[in-house]
């Protein structure tokens, strides 16, 4: 290292200065304008034949130069930082210094006063004026020199993932909005012809390539993932691994213009306004958004009265948030969670002030308060989310899955056939399919009674949508993780081999509102939930994102009726096509509504009882396909 970095070095890691070095080094400045001025303006052997005098004059401007100082405090900033201000404040001194020189100049001559001071009032004024140039030209070459210095510390070299016109855009972007933050250090091309490009000066490696030696070669620090290579990076488990191994923090870009994003075609001003976001193990995990014919939807409901059940929830926030965008009429929304409700009502009076929006709480089995709203509020479609979801807390408490989540179906469902509800859409669960458990099948049920009365008449179209765990819902395993990360492990994971189908929580509202547009009643849409996800390898993911270091896994068994694998169809189900081809509609076996009434009249009155295996036995009638799995109900399927 040179000596001049070395210099530099010591002076930037000091926080600052003492006072007197900026003090001395403008008196220097002071003193140099004085000796340079009159040499400019004379320009003769005369300075050195009166060179005491040329001294004392240029000390004197010094001392006068003091005053100045003083009064406008030039030397109490921190050189590094100097701001317009600071710059103000020495223009100010050094014109302050310029007319006390000329007043004392004026003086001495009107009184006659022979001093070795000589000059007059254009040399005064150049001097100052050549001091304050200097004084600004060095706080702005300090301050340059400090940005510099911090750069190639603070600046993190970077590779962007996508390269031709999105990765372009991309890096233009970051050149002239960032580039104290991110120092481009080259691309990563999927394209085996782009191997061995120079893009914006910067070399093209292919994905193929022996990328840990290149970022250990680099000493990469980030990758920043184009926009339009996110779903390739998604379904690049084996990159995304050896990145994290690395300890290579990933980016994705937000907020880029939609329109561009659909045509395939992104330029920097795409990118206007775009932020970058550290990614989380939810943006890592692989999976397919669901696009929705949005016009459909908002024709469907814009102007219309809706009312949401679960409105509270992770999927019934989010649809409230989602149809109140199309400005409906009125929206009812009901939930017997009352903290989280009044959460809602926040939300509702700051983002959507002009929506006449209701909130209740109160329970959907209460069939009075029920029957109230409808015959008041009149509703044109019934959006359908509450529910019990967590399989260990349904386990043993069967009565209450079956009261909550069945019997109040069937009261929504049954006022939604009264008061000429249009659509009715209920939100189901992969669980539903071969459950193992109480929740699972109560959902069943609830599927089988919708399908059931939608045959029985035509004044209201019943619609079931039915899908895996949505990421980050209350109470799911990537928050208990993060937790269990934040407070140094163990991270629990039920068995090694346990596996679960993602989505995301505004994706699987698309879907639900989609289904509601265009299902014509009685269908149960599935969609295609991509690849499952191994829990054991999303913690391991999660801790390895988090930095976090010596984080044990736990094994702790499966819980009362967990399931090792997730279906989204049973064995004897088949599926059709639909309007969208990420979306499938289940062929399921057809039930007799009468018989269904019957049956589910009987499994309401065992579970008043509060007799858990009789309500589970009855339970287990009604969806033969119904097997517990590690639970005391497993004797009941001997």
């Keep these: ?55 004392y004059t240029s000390l004197f ?10 009064v406008f405090r030039t030397y109490s900033g921190v050189v590094r930082y100097s701001s317009f201000v600071d710059l103000q404040r020495v223009a100010y001194a050094n014109l302050l210094s310029a007319i006390i020189a000329i007043i004392t100049s004026l003086a001495l001559e009107h009184w006659n006063v022979n001093t070795m001071i000589t000059y007059n009032q254009t040399e005064v004024a150049a001097t100052f004026g050549l001091a304050m140039l200097l004084m600004w030209g060095i706080r702005i070459v300090v301050k340059n020199l400090n940005d510099v210095t911090k750069a190639e510390h603070d600046t993190m070299r970077v590779l962007i993932y996508g390269a031709m016109t999105g990765g372009i855009g991309l890096a233009k972007n970051i050149r002239s909005q960032n580039p104290a933050k991110f120092k481009l250090c080259g691309f990563i ?24 030696e290149i970022i250990q070669k680099e000493k990469i620090e980030a990758v920043l993932v184009s926009p339009l290579r996110l779903a390739d990076f998604r379904d ?15 980016f994705f870009a937000h907020q880029v213009k939609e329109a561009s994003l659909k045509d395939g075609e992104l330029t920097e001003d795409d990118f206007a306004g775009m932020q970058l976001k550290e990614v989380s193990v939810e943006d890592l995990l692989p999976r397919q958004e669901i696009k929705v014919d949005m016009d459909s939807v908002g024709a469907m409901l814009t102007g219309k009265k809706v009312l949401i059940t679960g409105s509270a929830g992770s999927i019934g926030s989010e649809m409230v948030r989602q149809i109140a965008v199309y400005k409906p009429a009125k929206m009812m929304l009901i939930d ?35 029957e109230a709203i409808f015959s008041t509020f009149k509703p044109d479609y019934v959006f359908h989310a509450a529910a019990y979801k967590h399989v260990p807390m349904m386990e043993p ?49 609830c599927e089988i009674y919708v399908q059931s009365l939608n045959k029985t008449q035509d004044k209201c179209q019943f619609v079931t949508t039915r899908f895996g765990n949505v990421l980050g819902s209350n109470g799911s395993v990537i928050p208990l993780f993060r937790e269990q990360i934040k407070n140094g492990g163990p991270v629990t994971v039920t068995d090694e081999r346990i596996v679960r189908f ?48 010596n984080v044990e896994i736990k094994i702790t068994g499966l819980r009362d009726g967990e399931k090792l694998y997730e279906e989204v169809l049973n064995e004897l189900e088949g599926t059709k096509p639909s309007f969208h081809e990420k979306i499938r509609i289940a062929e399921v076996r057809q039930y007799d509504y009468d018989e269904v009434c019957k049956d589910i009249d009987e499994l309401i009155e065992i ?23 590690h639970s005391v109900y497993e004797a009941l399927d001997k």
């Excluded at 401007?61 to 003083?70: P, T």
């Excluded at 091309?189 to 840990?212: P, T």
């Design 189 to 212: 091309s999927h394209d085996s012809r782009a191997k061995h490009m120079m893009l914006m000066g910067e070399q093209v490696y292919n994905v193929e390539d022996d990328l840990a």
């Design 607 to 629: 579970s008043k009882r509060y007799d858990n295996m009789a309500t589970v036995a009855k339970m287990k009638e009604i969806v033969p396909e119904f097997k517990s799995n």
């Design 236 to 250: 690049n488990q084996e990159l995304q691994d050896l990145l994290i191994k690395a300890g290579v923090k990933i």
């Design 61 to 70: 401007y010094v001392v006068v130069s003091w005053i100045g100082a003083r």
């Design 336 to 370: 017997q969670a009352e903290t989280p409700q009044h959460d809602i009502l926040l939300m509702m009076k700051k983002d959507y002030p002009e929506i006449d929006a209701e909130i209740v709480v109160t329970s959907i089995s209460r069939v009075t308060r029920m």
């Design 502 to 549: 993602f989505m995301l929580i505004p994706e699987a509202c698309k879907l639900v509102l989609e289904a509601g547009t265009k299902g014509n009643g009685g269908e149960i849409f599935v969609f295609d939930m991509g690849k499952p996800v191994k829990i054991i390898d999303l913690a391991k993911r999660m801790i390895a994102l988090s930095g976090a270091k």
């Design 397 to 445: 408490n069967p009565s209450e899955a079956v009261m909550n989540n069945i019997y109040g179906t069937k009261v929504i469902a049954d006022l939604s056939v009264k008061y000429g509800v249009k659509k009715f859409v209920m939100v189901s669960t992969d669980k539903a399919v071969n459950p193992t458990n109480v929740m699972g099948c109560s959902k069943r049920i």
């Design 1 to 55: 290292m040179s000596f001049l970095n070395k210099l530099l070095n010591w002076y930037f890691n000091k926080k600052s200065l003492p006072y007197w070095c900026l003090f001395l080094v403008d008196s220097i400045i002071v003193l140099f304008s004085g000796l340079f001025t009159y040499w400019i303006f004379n320009r003769t052997m005369e300075m050195f034949t009166h060179r005491f005098d040329v001294l």
